[in-house]
């Protein structure tokens, strides 16, 4: 959506609640980001109580691996690019995607599992310590 206000997610969260057959539970990770966390939103969930979720740590960004790819699509075609509208930037997008899902390359952690498991214990630790 080209905005992201608890408006949009709400209208997210009404789509999958549509979307999905109302026996699941639905569990969905999200970043600490404001709009997941408004009133309006936490009331929705209330209502709504097959909805779960879970979210990142903060300052851990490293379990989202798209926000490299975030990283090289805007340093490879966004920053490059002059667009004089959103579809024009929408497009150029979408070429790139194409491009790179014509030869993928996975991204590689540069983490040893250690140095990720003691991330996760720490984070473990203050979610624990604020509950």
Sequence with gaps: MPRHRHQEWLKFLRAID???PKALDLHLIADNYTTHKHPTVKAWL???PRFRM???PTS???LNQVEPFFGLITEKRIRRGVFK???ELETAIVEYL???N???KPIVWIKSAGEILKKV???KHALESHN
């Design 18 to 20: 549509r979307a999905t």
């Design 46 to 48: 209330a209502k709504h």
């Design 54 to 56: 879970h979210f990142t």
């Design 60 to 62: 851990a960004s490293w």
């Design 85 to 87: 509208s959103v579809a």
């Design 98 to 100: 194409d491009n790179h």
């Design 102 to 104: 014509a030869e993928p």
């Design 121 to 123: 214990a720490r984070a």
